[in-house]
């Protein structure tokens, strides 16, 4: 019998494509089997990272801090899943480089502050930097500052603290251009420098309460009577130059805690801390805080203002074994980890209502086109206890006894110091609008 070829050829060209077909098939069921397995553990890696950005601000370890402490809502997306990055959530890593200028190269540093020339015999607080942890974050550079500042005029807004940040800024910027004192008040506590070549402007406003206050004190602090604070009256030192400012940092804090009678509507509401013989009601000073920072931001979110707003939280002090009025020091040589400090009471005290009212205000400017945003060095500046200027607070302090009781500062930071980072944070939001 004569077999036929074509037919023989057909019939092997069919069990061929029937074998590929089963192998495919096969081959599916087996890849996509497995793809549960392959994606489960990113997956379950967002959703950890996602419930830990919930963690509420009122914890006292630093650890407990909220990476993003305005998320508190479900349906709200964390900086990260933005696709920005978070410059406060970080750690302090070595810096061989150094400070970008030291108290020799830069004669703007405040005595209180240069703690080097007063005789802190350490040096290696001076060698680290900031790092955030989903991102790089270039040092501060005051060419390109500079460059970029053309024009413009700069304002710090605040207490003492605005003064130490504002020397920090002028520093930094004298490695380009020497900055030329153009105003100071009475008492040298508001100043404005002019840069002649970049026709930029900065300047430091004395407000502490940012709202009227009369203050009944001398110069090392001590108060003969209550402040005064007229919590619906903002202090006009600020409000009648803010539209000419293109960018702002301002804040408040700790001055609250000073005993105040408190007035509003020309009445008196009550006060914190006063004498029992004024008869008048405690209202303790978180009452007057919140008022203040809501008055506050309510002007700025309604001011129409063109510029970038940045509102700053309250700086810790790192006081131990006492406080500044009872003995406390500040000795420590180096940067601590996450873990190993607490948040002190009064911080989170103010600590919570700033972020609780800039969360109301951010919500209301971003809807009337108002650039504010939160500079909360608060993470970052808790690990550097050993940035503050102790006992050097004053020249050679132990010169002529080295057991001498003197009066420290843990609250203000040593120039050069760890506040220098926070030009580092501040360069990258105005970069990035």
């Not at 060698?127 to 040092?139: F, G, H, M, V």
């Given at each position: 019998m004569r077999i036929d070829s074509s037919f023989n050829h057909k019939n092997y060209l069919i069990k061929l494509l029937l074998t590929l077909f089963f192998s495919l098939i096969a081959f599916r069921l087996l890849f996509f089997h497995s793809l549960p397995t392959l994606f489960d553990s990113p997956l379950t890696d967002k959703t950890t990272v996602s419930s830990e950005l919930q963690i509420p601000p009122q914890k006292s370890s630093l650890s407990e801090l909220p990476l993003d402490p305005l998320q508190n809502e479900e349906d709200e997306a964390s900086p990260t899943d933005m696709g920005k990055c978070d410059y406060f959530n970080g750690d302090w890593v070595p810096n061989p480089l150094g400070p970008i200028y030291t108290n020799e190269t830069c004669d703007l540093i405040e005595s209180h502050q240069n703690c080097l020339k007063n005789g802190r015999p350490d040096r290696e607080f001076l060698y680290w930097k900031w790092a955030p942890r989903d991102c790089e974050l270039?040092?501060?550079?005051?060419?390109?500052?500079?460059?970029?500042?053309?024009?413009?005029?700069?304002?710090?807004?605040?207490?003492?603290?605005?003064?130490?940040?504002?020397?920090?800024?002028l520093?930094?910027?004298?490695?380009?251009?020497?900055?030329?004192?153009?105003?100071?008040?009475?008492?040298?506590?508001?100043?404005?420098?002019?840069?002649?070549?970049?026709?930029?402007?900065?300047?430091?406003?004395?407000?502490?309460?940012?709202?009227?206050?009369?203050?009944?004190?001398d110069i090392n602090g001590v108060s003969s009577s209550e402040v005064e604070l007229y919590l619906d009256k903002l202090d006009r030192k600020w409000t009648d130059q803010y539209l000419s400012f293109d960018y702002i940092i301002i804040s408040t804090g700790?001055?609250?805690?000073?005993?105040?009678?408190?007035?509003?509507a020309d009445t008196i509401l009550g006060c914190h801390g006063c004498s029992e013989n004024k008869n008048l009601t405690e209202l303790g000073f978180d009452f007057a805080y919140r008022k203040t920072l809501k008055n506050v931001l309510n002007f700025i979110v309604s001011s129409n203002h063109k510029g970038l707003i940045l509102f700053r939280t309250s700086t810790p002090d790192h006081f131990e074994n006492g406080e500044w009025f009872s003995g406390g020091t500040c000795n420590r040589t180096a940067p601590i980890k996450e873990g190993e400090v607490e948040i002190k009471d009064l911080l989170r005290i103010l600590?919570?209502?700033?972020?609780?009212?800039?969360?109301?205000?951010?919500?209301?400017?971003?809807?009337?086109?108002?650039?504010?945003?939160?500079?909360?060095?608060?993470?970052?500046?808790?690990?550097r206890p050993d940035g503050h200027p102790g006992p050097y607070r004053q020249?050679?302090?132990?010169?002529?006894?080295?057991t001498a009781k003197v009066q420290t500062d843990c609250l203000h930071w040593c120039l050069p110091g760890p506040i220098d980072s926070w030009n580092d944070i501040i360069m990258e939001m105005v970069v990035n609008g």
């Amino acid at each position: 019998m004569r077999i036929d070829s074509s037919f023989n050829h057909k019939n092997y060209l069919i069990k061929l494509l029937l074998t590929l077909f089963f192998s495919l098939i096969a081959f599916r069921l087996l890849f996509f089997h497995s793809l549960p397995t392959l994606f489960d553990s990113p997956l379950t890696d967002k959703t950890t990272v996602s419930s830990e950005l919930q963690i509420p601000p009122q914890k006292s370890s630093l650890s407990e801090l909220p990476l993003d402490p305005l998320q508190n809502e479900e349906d709200e997306a964390s900086p990260t899943d933005m696709g920005k990055c978070d410059y406060f959530n970080g750690d302090w890593v070595p810096n061989p480089l150094g400070p970008i200028y030291t108290n020799e190269t830069c004669d703007l540093i405040e005595s209180h502050q240069n703690c080097l020339k007063n005789g802190r015999p350490d040096r290696e607080f001076l060698y680290w930097k900031w790092a955030p942890r989903d991102c790089e974050l270039p040092i501060f550079d005051p060419l390109r500052f500079l460059n970029m500042m053309r024009g413009k005029v700069w304002a710090l807004i605040g207490d003492s603290i605005s003064r130490n940040h504002v020397q920090s800024l002028l520093c930094s910027l004298s490695k380009v251009e020497k900055a030329v004192l153009v105003y100071h008040d009475e008492g040298y506590k508001s100043k404005s420098w002019h840069f002649p070549s970049y026709n930029f402007s900065m300047s430091v406003i004395w407000s502490p309460f940012l709202v009227e206050a009369a203050i009944f004190e001398d110069i090392n602090g001590v108060s003969s009577s209550e402040v005064e604070l007229y919590l619906d009256k903002l202090d006009r030192k600020w409000t009648d130059q803010y539209l000419s400012f293109d960018y702002i940092i301002i804040s408040t804090g700790k001055w609250f805690v000073k005993s105040a009678i408190y007035h509003e509507a020309d009445t008196i509401l009550g006060c914190h801390g006063c004498s029992e013989n004024k008869n008048l009601t405690e209202l303790g000073f978180d009452f007057a805080y919140r008022k203040t920072l809501k008055n506050v931001l309510n002007f700025i979110v309604s001011s129409n203002h063109k510029g970038l707003i940045l509102f700053r939280t309250s700086t810790p002090d790192h006081f131990e074994n006492g406080e500044w009025f009872s003995g406390g020091t500040c000795n420590r040589t180096a940067p601590i980890k996450e873990g190993e400090v607490e948040i002190k009471d009064l911080l989170r005290i103010l600590r919570e209502i700033e972020l609780e009212e800039f969360k109301k205000a951010a919500s209301k400017a971003s809807k009337k086109g108002v650039n504010l945003k939160l500079a909360d060095f608060v993470p970052l500046s808790l690990l550097r206890p050993d940035g503050h200027p102790g006992p050097y607070r004053q020249f050679q302090p132990f010169a002529k006894d080295n057991t001498a009781k003197v009066q420290t500062d843990c609250l203000h930071w040593c120039l050069p110091g760890p506040i220098d980072s926070w030009n580092d944070i501040i360069m990258e939001m105005v970069v990035n609008g």
